[in-house]
């Protein structure tokens, strides 16, 4: 399931304008990134846990972009949502490296 995900965010990522709007190409984000974070818990972690693993699959850009779903699509956060603790430190580090 990782690498599906992957490789739609790949493809909206990488793809051009002539051949996807932007705009179709930023709802379709949007719509996962809610997916996502609605997923179950247990579900969720075993996918944040897996993007690392996979992204050396993948070379250049797309390997880097792989890495970064999780941090991207604030997944830790939503894994964190119950844990008030957890989500300020995870907010805070986000904070420090932007």
């Known amino acids: 399931m990782a690498r599906i995900i992957a490789n ?3 493809f909206l990522n990488l793809t051009g304008d002539e051949a996807l709007a932007p705009d179709m ?3 379709m984000m949007e719509d996962l990134a809610n997916d996502l974070q609605a997923l179950d818990k247990g579900f969720l972690r075993e ?4 993007f690392p693993v996979i992204a050396p699959e993948y070379s250049g850009e797309a390997q880097q972009l792989v890495f970064n ?3 991207g699509f604030h997944l830790e956060e939503a894994l964190a949502s119950d844990d008030p603790v ?7 580090r986000r904070e420090a490296e932007d």
Not at 47 to 50: E, M, N, S
């Open 47 to 50: 996918l944040v846990d897996a």
């Open 25 to 27: 190409a930023v709802q």
């Open 69 to 71: 779903i999780s941090r």
């Open 86 to 92: 957890k989500l300020a430190e995870l907010e805070a």
């Open 8 to 10: 739609f965010i790949l």
